[in-house]
């Protein structure tokens, strides 16, 4: 399963081998700066994925890689999706993150956290 | 086909604030917000960011309008997960400095929770049901 985790200014995808393997990409950074917003949402999975530029897709057991849909490009990373999180990035190439983590809530909160010290530095 | 965006911002923050009204902060799913408003989940994100985003408006709304359930509001959000996020931090401060205008805004935020938990949860006398098989004749 992929994590999510904050390396100073910076937010940090990683996965598994296999997981780099089927959506096409290895680590994602995104600098917090360009972070909206992080959203635990067990239902995202069942929304449409769209056009893959690149991914796989196998309906109902998973999902990774880049998908087009609605004029907003996504990273999905998730098995049935009960515990993804939603990132919702600005300035970037790709306009939201969705992944499966081991313990949403707590992604969720580190992810505000950083983000909160770093508006507070500025 | 992406459907143009043809909801106001606004009234879906305030009908979200009072789901969290209703629910508590962390009962409120994002199905639950796309289920009460009819707002794809697309549209959300692209327009709030996150659930914080739609909470951070619905508190800057509730300020502006100095509605008379914004202490509750803003108590809810301070006790949940949402409390420390970047979005709502400035508009939680906003709304306490409101709050205080009217007096002291720890008093008014304790209140707003007793009054909450009065209308929730109506006092009862009668613990039988709590402990069904523990009855005593006196």
């Known amino acids: 399963m992929a994590s999510i985790n904050v390396h100073d200014d910076t937010l940090v995808v990683e996965q598994s081998t296999i997981e780099m393997i089927l959506s ?4 994602i950074r995104v600098p917090l700066a360009n972070i909206i917003g992080a959203t635990v949402d067990p239902g995202v999975g069942s929304e449409r994925k769209g056009i893959r530029v690149p991914g796989t897709h196998i309906p109902g057991f998973y999902v990774a890689g880049t998908f087009r849909h609605e004029d907003s490009k996504t990273f999905w990373n998730i098995r049935r999706g009960t515990n993804a999180v939603v990132v919702s990035l600005t300035d970037c190439d790709l306009d939201q993150l969705i992944i499966e983590v081991d313990d949403p809530h707590g992604t969720v909160a580190s992810i505000n956290a950083a983000k909160a010290t770093t508006t507070i530095e500025r | 086909m992406g459907r143009p965006r043809t909801f106001d911002p606004e009234a879906v923050a305030t009908d979200v604030a009072n789901l969290v009204l209703e629910r508590g902060y ?10 009460a408003t009819g707002v794809g989940r697309g549209s959300l994100y692209r327009v709030f960011g996150s659930k914080a985003g739609v909470i951070a408006l619905a508190l800057a709304g509730a300020a502006e ?18 409390a420390l996020d970047p979005l709502i931090r400035p508009e939680l401060t906003r709304g306490l400095a409101i709050i205080g205008r009217a007096g002291d805004p720890e008093l008014q935020l304790g209140r707003a929770l007793l009054e909450r938990h009065r209308q929730l949860a109506p006092p009862t006398r009668d613990r039988r049901h709590i402990y069904p098989n523990h009855t005593t004749d006196i």
């Open chain 1, 24 to 27: 096409l990409r290895k680590t």
């Open chain 2, 26 to 35: 962390d009962a409120v799913g994002i199905d639950d917000i796309t289920r």
């Open chain 2, 65 to 82: 309008r100095d509605d008379a359930r914004l202490a509750e509001l803003t108590a809810l959000v301070l006790a949940s997960s949402a």
